[in-house]
C-alpha cells in the first residue's frame, strides 16, 4: 500500500482520519493504525473500495494505492 499516497489523497480532499473513519464506521486510532502500517492486516478490500468511493478515486489511482506490489530484489 502506498499510505504517503493516500495520506496525499486526504489533503487533497479535505478529509480527516476521523472522516474516513466514520465511513468505515472504525475508530480513529484503528484508522491512524492501518494507514500507518501498525496492523498486521493493513485495509481490507471492503474498505478499500469505500476509501475509494469517499475520495472519488479512479480505478488507476485505487490499484496504485491500495494493491500496489512491492519490488522483488532478487
Same mark, same amino acid.
Given at each position: 500500500?502506498? @499510505? ?9 480532499? /479535505? ?5 474516513? +473513519?466514520?465511513? *468505515? ?10 494507514? @500507518? ?9 471492503? /474498505? ?5 468511493? +469517499?475520495?472519488? *478515486? ?17
Amino acid at each position: 500500500m502506498s @499510505n504517503n499516497r493516500l495520506k496525499g489523497k486526504l489533503v487533497e480532499k /479535505e478529509m480527516t482520519y476521523q472522516d474516513v +473513519a466514520d465511513i *468505515l464506521g472504525i475508530s480513529r486510532v484503528a484508522f491512524h493504525n492501518k494507514i @500507518n502500517g501498525k496492523t498486521a492486516i493493513g485495509f481490507t478490500t471492503f /474498505e478499500a473500495s469505500k476509501i475509494a468511493e +469517499a475520495l472519488n *478515486l479512479s480505478a488507476d489511482e485505487t490499484m496504485s494505492i491500495f494493491f500496489s506490489q512491492k519490488q522483488d530484489c532478487r
